[in-house]
């Protein structure tokens, strides 16, 4: 049996809002930084939950909850620590439609998760610890709190992450349209053993996995009979909960499941999918754009790996094309569809590849439609075209049908005094081959081959890569700090951090504002110090290096001057990368 509230239909009640009422469902500010925010994920059984700060003090342990109206709950706990005061009541209900409860409102005048900051935040308040098998916690996050956001639940990578960038689709994904109504919680659309339902509710504050309307489970063919798994609670009292196993799938979107068990409850008037559900998967929801994307995370990075590859690369054994380097950058000569030569940047912290808008209109490549391109530094995205290069032929290489995205490169080159290149290659655009950068030598080395897998004989300096928003980055130590970090050929300085890690290290001198930096988007502060401690990463050790810091980044930057001390090679199809010390 389900010991009481272990299962519960956390379904936090449905606010009853009215012209008098003091329920405010969105914060009246939200101030957030342009680069995602990524904060631990801990959790409340299968519930998600993330520190918060309320009224500048904290941290507070909050629950996200899809499922909840508004934009916060506060603990009755939390309200007599805060010492806040009661602004008025609302009405709570669960989905049943039984009697409402009465909730007091409070103001919160700032509430801060991660770098962002919601100030005129009105919660209701109430007791949410009645079990004692469950983690205390002071309040809960509501789905209006994101309004103007885009929430990823990484319920395997155990990672929240806020951006203020609109989800852009990979190809080949298959999102979800919120159907509700904007001042509701998130519904989609998902189909039990062929049935289709047009209203099924994401809602991460319920533990269960996959509910149904228990006069749904008469016409679906079950492996035995519905069993009662005990008594559960809501806001408004309890309920007997039943669970019985499908024979047949459920889809939603990207993730089909064979023959799972369903939640099954009278006080379930739709389909509402919890937790427990969710926990194999990446949530994301856009609520301005009413959409809504789950996946497994291998789903996920295969996507956005897809989208950045060719249709094909032809070589011939070991491919040798010179590059030579512009402004510390590596350059290289090249040909598209026959036209040529033109030069373009090999830059591994691109996701993407690049032609120049002025170019791409020259040259009338076959447009592909309309894109968003996001990045740390453009909060909203920025809307480009894409383009489809048939050929692109290098000495010894040919690319066949690469996808590249249209961007005022001389805007961001131009300025500090440096010729722009017609357009850049990413890693992604050599194919799963196997890529060496040879900058003693003048040389990109490719070929069909791969790397020893890290802790394998001959495997010194090789390190494990991991996919995150398009770019493969591998861990690196700083002083006592761990942290990941891209190589990025496009940068030419050496180490960069965020600069929300200036607080965070020992230096030997006092971080300077030494210039400024800029990308497609915007500018930004650089500031360096010398460590007071070493930089280590795939069995290296660098002492003390000098630190570059820059507010746009939220992972290590290892910029183009590694180049000069290492010869580096990527295995994208293995997901590895080999530091070889050049003496």
Known sequence: MIPLCALVCALVPALQDSEASPLRLRPVATIAPTYSVELPMRMRGVMPAVE???NGEGPFLFAIDTGGQGSARLDSSLVETL?????????????????????????????????????????????????PSLPH??????????????????YPGQLVSISSVPLELPDGA????????????????ASVAGLELDAVYLDTGKMGGFGVPLDLLEGLEL??????????????????????????????????????????????????????????????????????????PEHGRDLARRM??????????????????????????????????????????????????AFAAELSFESLGAARVGGP?????????????????????????????????????????????????????????????????????????????????????????????????????????VLRAHLDTGAPGELTLPSSWLERLPFSDEPQLVGHGRTVSASFEIHAATLDGDLSFAGHTLENPRVTFASRLRKGNLGGAFLDRFLVTYDL??????????P
């Not at 990413?426 to 791969?450: E, Y």
């Not at 493969?472 to 002083?479: A, C, Y």
């Open 174 to 189: 298959q999102g979800l349209e919120l159907l509700n109504d904007p001042d509701s919680v998130p519904v989609v659309r």
């Open 308 to 357: 950045a590859f060719p249709a094909g690369v032809e070589l011939d054994g070991l491919t040798q094309v010179p590059i030579r380097y512009v402004a510390g950058r590596p350059w290289v000569d090249l040909s598209i569809d026959g036209d040529g030569p033109f030069s373009f940047l090999i830059d591994t912290g691109a996701s993407t590849a690049v032609v120049d808008t």
């Open 137 to 154: 916690i002071d309040g809960i996050l509501g789905y209006h709190l994101f309004s103007e956001l885009v929430l990823t639940l990484d």
């Open 223 to 296: 492996a035995g009979e519905k069993r009662s798994m005990g008594r559960a609670r809501s806001v408004t009292g309890e309920f007997e909960f039943y669970a019985a196993d499908l024979v047949g799938d459920v889809r939603v979107g990207d993730v089909r499941v064979e023959n799972p068990t369903l939640d099954a409850a009278q006080i379930f008037p739709v389909a509402i999918i919890g937790s427990r559900f969710l926990s194999p998967y990446v949530l994301t929801l856009d609520p301005a754009q009413g959409l809504a994307w789950l996946r497994t």
């Open 377 to 481: 530094s453009s909060p909203g995205g920025i809307e480009t075209e894409r383009f489809l290069l048939e050929t692109v032929e290098l000495e010894g290489l040919v690319i066949e049908s690469l996808r590249a995205v249209a961007l005022d490169l001389k805007a961001v080159f131009a300025p500090g005094g440096q010729p722009a290149p017609h357009g850049i290659l990413g890693l992604a655009s050599f194919g799963q081959n196997l890529v060496t950068f040879d900058k003693r030598g003048g040389l990109l080395l490719i070929q069909a081959d791969a790397l020893p897998e890290p802790g394998s004989e001959g495997a010194e300096g090789v390190a494990e890569l991991e996919w995150d928003g398009g770019l493969p980055s591998f861990e690196i130590r700083v002083g006592e700090e």
């Open 52 to 54: 918060v700060f309320v």
């Open 83 to 131: 010492g806040l005061e009661a602004v008025g009541s609302v009405q709570g209900a669960d989905p049943s439609g039984r009697a409402t409860r009465s909730m007091d409102v409070f103001e919160v005048e700032s509430l801060v998760v991660g770098e962002i900051e919601f100030e005129g935040v009105r919660a209701a308040s109430r007791d949410y610890n009645v079990s």
């Open 573 to 582: 199809a293995h997901e590895r990368i080999r530091f070889d010390a050049q």
